[in-house]
């Protein structure tokens, strides 16, 4: 079912990390939103990391896993006091783990208005290929 | 030490039962609510997009995260006192033989209106979003900002 109709965005606290391993950096760390779908030719990942600016973002790939890591600077200027707080600002932080059919030299990332398009080609061999029966 | 506070309990002398659950009601009342609320103990609206505002001297910034979308796309308004932020954050339709293995992204229609603390001048209100992030800068009215008054010596 297609989403034709608006609805009306609702409010979210981001999701903060909760991860086993200690957090070598002071600073809060949240899990960006993400779409990952997947067709024939590749699958695309899109990550929701508002605030992370292109040189700040590092996408990762060892061993299979797949790491997001997003910094996000201040964006108070001096001499700001707080007024109303609603949401807070911090690290974006995910793993995900890719499966080997992914072409790892042909990975391809995006950042555009703090959301990032991650592109996953598939290995050739990976992509189903039509094979015509003669009669 | 149980003794005593099993005797000093206030039911004991009580006139109406429902009178003491009426206050623990309240209390269990006041203590949920202490807990629902927002960031850093402010009560927070609860309505998108979520916004920060802060002040310096001269203005008050508002910022809101809206990944995706750009500044023509929002619809923003200034009168008086009141900011009001309205738009539709479209998630662009992918390939429509794409499967999807996780949806967490959303997309739809909002609008929000938060009073500021002083008067604005309209203006010079200055709206940017950069990294999907908005940030809206209201200059404060000359009549809301803060005067140096000298004093004089006689």
Known sequence: MADTETKALQAKEKAEVTTPAEQTRPGLVFTPAVDIFETDKEITLLADMPGVKAGELNIDLRENVLTLD???KEPEGVGEVDVIREYRTGKYYR??????????AKINAELKDGVLRLRLPKVEAATPRKIAVKG | MLWRRTTDWPTWGWTSPFEELERMRRQMDWLTGSLS????GQLAAGVFPLMNVTEDKDNYYVRAE???LKANELDISVTGDTLSISGERKLPAEDEKAQYHRREREAGRFSRIVSL???????????????????????????AKPKQIAVKAS
């Open chain 1, 70 to 72: 997003g910094d996000v």
């Open chain 2, 66 to 68: 809206l990944p995706g």
């Open chain 1, 95 to 104: 793993q995900f783990t890719l499966s080997q059919v992914i072409d790892q």
């Open chain 2, 37 to 40: 609320r927002g960031v850093f």
């Open chain 2, 117 to 143: 603390p002083a008067q604005i001048d309209a203006g010079k209100v200055e709206a940017r979003c950069t990294d999907g992030v908005l940030t809206v800068t209201l200059p404060k009215a000359e009549a």
